[in-house]
């Protein structure tokens, strides 16, 4: 039964994503902003989340040119402009990857040349299924790090479309062995590191302010190989467009104690994440609950 349900959840969403990558462009990013919009409105719960991650960001140094309110329904504005751009190149607009304006591949080609390996870092920014698109689509193909999801359908039909340019997808439950082949052999891996985890996973520190369960295996991951740490983000210009750009390399800090290694880095690496937040504070997945070791799992 849970199969069929399964089959039919995953059926009505790529349904809804043939539709969407159906329309006309234009039409497409507006009824993708139109849905986003009608989402604010009828997810309460995760409405009310969103809102309380601002204020805790907000007492961590957060400005906001707009109101919490405005800002959360921007956020909810900008997932379903999203989820109509991956509609779009799911079903063949390849074209769209062309209104990414990508620069700094500099920072990453001279990361590269050092042959121990690029980890590619950042958070859950703009519409970062696209970024990981535009990586392989201008010639830089790496390996994402991902969580498979429930649905194996749709996971199935996500992972066709994480692959379509040429990336690889590796999944959490064996990812840490795999990435390590990878980065010893001078190859290229992107992590999302923004999201709360468990605590066999995590090093304690602070984002915002606020202590959080914060992913350790990337600041692992660069000091037992030497790869090169570069963060990638990316940024909705408006009309369609993107700016997505490779950051300098970060220097990875390294003592003899492994642990404190970890944690120092760590927390190094998310202020790369908060940078961008605070810059581009409706571009961030506010939904999630970020700040569950301070705040309690259902805050």
């Known amino acids: 039964m849970q199969s069929i349900l399964r089959l039919i959840e995953a059926a009505l969403c790529i349904f809804i994503m043939l539709i969407f990558g159906?329309?006309?462009?234009?039409?497409?990013?507006?009824?993708?902003?139109?849905?986003?919009?009608?989402?604010?409105?009828?997810?309460?719960?995760?409405?009310?989340?969103?809102?309380?991650?601002?204020?805790?960001?907000?007492?961590?140094?957060?400005?906001?040119?707009?109101?919490?309110?405005?800002?959360?329904?921007?956020?909810?504005?900008?997932?379903?402009?999203?989820?109509?751009?991956?509609s779009l190149i799911s079903f063949g607009r390849d074209s769209l990857m062309k209104d990414i304006a990508f620069e700094g591949a500099e920072h990453y080609k001279k990361a590269k040349e050092k042959g121990r390996g690029v980890l590619i870092i950042t958070g859950h920014c703009g519409n970062w299924e696209l970024l990981s698109l535009a990586c392989s689509w201008n010639g830089f193909p790496l390996s994402v790090v991902a969580r498979q999801l429930n649905n194996p359908y749709l996971n199935r039909f996500l992972e066709r479309?994480?692959?379509?340019?040429?990336?690889?997808?590796?999944?959490?439950?064996?990812?840490?062995?795999?990435?390590?082949?990878?980065?010893?052999?001078?190859?290229?891996?992107?992590?999302?590191?923004?999201?709360?985890?468990?605590?066999?996973?995590?090093?304690?520190?602070?984002?915002?302010?606020?202590?959080?369960?914060?992913?350790?295996?990337?600041?692992?991951?660069?000091?037992?190989?030497?790869?090169?740490?570069?963060?990638?983000?990316?940024?909705?210009?408006?009309?369609?467009?993107?700016?997505?750009?490779?950051?300098?390399?970060?220097k990875v800090m390294e003592t003899e104690i492994t642990e404190a290694d970890a944690v120092s880095n760590t927390k190094f690496f998310l202020s790369c994440i908060e940078k961008y937040i605070k810059e581009n504070p409706a571009e961030w997945l506010w939904i999630h609950r970020r700040w569950k070791l301070s705040h309690g799992r259902r805050y």
């Open 22 to 86: 159906s329309l006309p462009k234009r039409l497409s990013l507006m009824a993708g902003e139109f849905l986003g919009l009608c989402l604010f409105f009828l997810l309460g719960k995760r409405r009310r989340i969103a809102l309380k991650n601002i204020e805790i960001a907000q007492n961590g140094g957060l400005a906001l040119s707009a109101s919490p309110s405005k800002t959360v329904r921007s956020h909810f504005i900008s997932l379903g402009r999203s989820f109509s751009e991956l």
């Open 161 to 250: 479309l994480r692959t379509k340019f040429g990336n690889k997808v590796v999944y959490k439950s064996g990812a840490l062995k795999e990435v390590l082949g990878i980065l010893k052999k001078g190859g290229t891996a992107g992590i999302l590191m923004d999201q709360s985890v468990t605590e066999n996973e995590a090093v304690i520190t602070e984002f915002f302010g606020e202590k959080v369960y914060a992913m350790k295996i990337p600041a692992l991951l660069a000091i037992k190989t030497g790869a090169a740490v570069v963060p990638i983000f990316i940024k909705y210009l408006g009309g369609g467009r993107h700016r997505a750009w490779f950051e300098e390399e970060l």
